[in-house]
């Protein structure tokens, strides 16, 4: 199980509850109220790659690093199971990744006047 001593953040607070991150999956101990582990709460909700769904559905994904950029990128199959990104299928290694946000539920109507 995962501990942690680093000051509250975001959804993770440290405690002595066994939790589960909604986010990466891991059982860390926090406060009873955690939502998320330190590792999560302290990278913005970025994960490790190796969590990553591999079922090619699209992904933000970048290298770990200050002015990185983020690519949208999948599980690449055909190619022999790597990562690739869009544009141009061209094979990436990142380190962490994100869901690709949804889009607007109903479209946005303007007055115009």
């Known amino acids: 199980m995962k501990t942690d001593d ?6 993770w607070a440290p405690g002595t509850y066994m939790c589960k991150c909604a986010n990466c999956e891991a059982v860390f101990s926090g406060d009873k109220r955690a939502f998320s582990c330190a590792d999560c709460a302290y990278n913005n ?3 490790f790659i190796e969590s990553a769904p591999k079922d090619g559905h699209d992904i ?3 290298v770990a690093g200050i002015g990185q ?3 949208i990128a999948f599980w690449d199959e055909a190619r022999g199971g790597v990562w690739s990104m869009w544009p141009g299928r061209e094979p990436m290694e990142p380190t962490h990744w994100k869901p690709c946000p949804r ?3 109903e479209p946005e109507t303007a007055s115009i006047p």
């Not at 680093?6 to 959804?11: A, D, E, S, Y």
């Open 6 to 11: 680093r000051p509250k953040r975001g959804m």
């Open 45 to 47: 909700g970025w994960r």
């Open 60 to 62: 933000l994904a970048t």
């Open 69 to 71: 950029p983020v690519r």
């Open 103 to 105: 889009g607007p539920s």
